[in-house]
């Protein structure tokens, strides 16, 4: 924890080690403080982190270095790399840790910062913890990383000041993350925005209707990776893709609150988008979105309908998007579209590479299933021939249809086929990876053929 940090100095004058001959202690400080550096970016919090922040322990680097002996001590202290990067998440001593970081930092000199900080501030210590905060936030200090989490149920304007310093001028910044929980003050609406940041790679942006974002005038051309989640309207993620042309990763969740739009959006290409994430909250602005897009090198897209819906209605925008752009999608899923099975079918036409589908009651209905299914006599070829993953995800699988298809894909794709069938191309790739939920597995493995599929080699995998 960041805490011990305070306690640092006390404890290393107190631990007193007998000196040890080792072949280590000859060592240049240059080459051991790369050993330092290596030992720090294995450091566990880094290794699941999206940036380079490390939480603060005395079980790992820098802190452990530092205890083994003075010469240690002095050479992780003259290593900035060390002391760039930290994690400080909400804890009862939020004020002690915000003024211990202001220490930590400092020991990585004039390097590019990175930061995680989830920003709650407990009752009675507010006016300090603002205030430390506004030490570690020195408009002098250059940024690489900064992951913000804000948990408050009113408006506080160091969270303005730390985003007006991180942000209208970042020519080191590389990832920024901005999420906010509890804020519902409509009247006083939260309005930042990101100025010049060449090296931008990375940009999420999780708020609610009291946050406006706004990238100004500027091209991004270097962002890859962005998360828009909570937007009002679709003309919104719009205005936002226009200003990153080069994006590569999109997650995108609209909320559909805000019905005036006062442009009639042209279709762009998005020329480099490869994954494409929609959590879908509103029908209308989600087709908006998909109907004003190309994506010609899409490979991987997932869509999850947030709504409980009992009767399927006409939904092709999805599918329009596909045929427009005949992108070399290979992973498909769809969960809870509540669309009609003649618009699956369409989506499936136009994506003959796809090898991994998954879905739930509503992908693997009778009509969808019986065109995935390929047949010997007489000869069907199926859709979607090189599908060899299929996942049953949420709520009202089909085990009733989707185990035949399974088993005769499994079977054909391990025969020899006859000559009409090979001049058909009925070629079609083993399903050897299934996975399906808990409950339903033990069902799943009863159907007939597919026990004898598990022998063959087929992996059915629990979820």
Known sequence: MISELANEA???????????SSHIDTLPYDLLSHIFIFCFLNHGSILWHSGP?????????????????RAWRDCALSTPLLWSGLIIRRHRRTLAHFKAAKEWLARAGSMPLSID???TRFQGERVQADAALADIFVPSRVWKAVFLNIQERSRSPCVDSILNVVLKN????????????????????????????????????????CVNVSLENNQFYAIRDLRLQFLDCSHDCLDVLDRCPLVEVLHVSIKGTNRHHTREASIRTLAHLRIFIVLAQSEADVASLLDRLITPVLTD?????????????????????????????????????PTLEDNIIECLLHVPTLTNLSGDGW????????K???CLDPIKVPLCPNISTIKFTG???????????????????????SEPARKANLNVVAPAWIEVGRMDAVHFRECPGIQECEKEGMVIWST
């Open 10 to 20: 006390a404890v290393s004058q107190s631990h007193q080690l007998e000196p040890i």
């Open 117 to 119: 900080l989830s920003y």
């Open 301 to 337: 897209f997932s869509m999850d309908h947030n709504k409980t819906t009992v009767r399927p209605t006409s939904w092709p925008h999805l599918a329009r998007l596909l045929a427009r752009s005949q992108p070399p999608l290979m992973s498909l899923s769809l969960v809870n579209l």
């Open 170 to 209: 970042a020519p080191e910044l590389e990832k920024f993350a901005f999420s906010v929980n509890g804020i519902e003050m409509e009247e006083n609406l939260l309005k930042f925005g990101v100025g010049q940041a060449p090296k931008l790679t990375v940009l999420s942006l999780i708020t609610n209707s």
């Open 395 to 417: 709520v009202n699988v089909n085990l009733a249809a989707a185990p035949e298809m399974i088993r005769e894909r499994w079977t054909i794709s391990r025969q020899t086929l």
């Open 363 to 370: 992908l693997f209905r009778s009509a969808v299933v019986e």
């Open 53 to 69: 922040c490390a939480r603060p322990s005395t079980k790992e680097a820098p802190l452990l270095l530092m205890r083994v002996c």
């Open 372 to 374: 995935l299914t390929p």
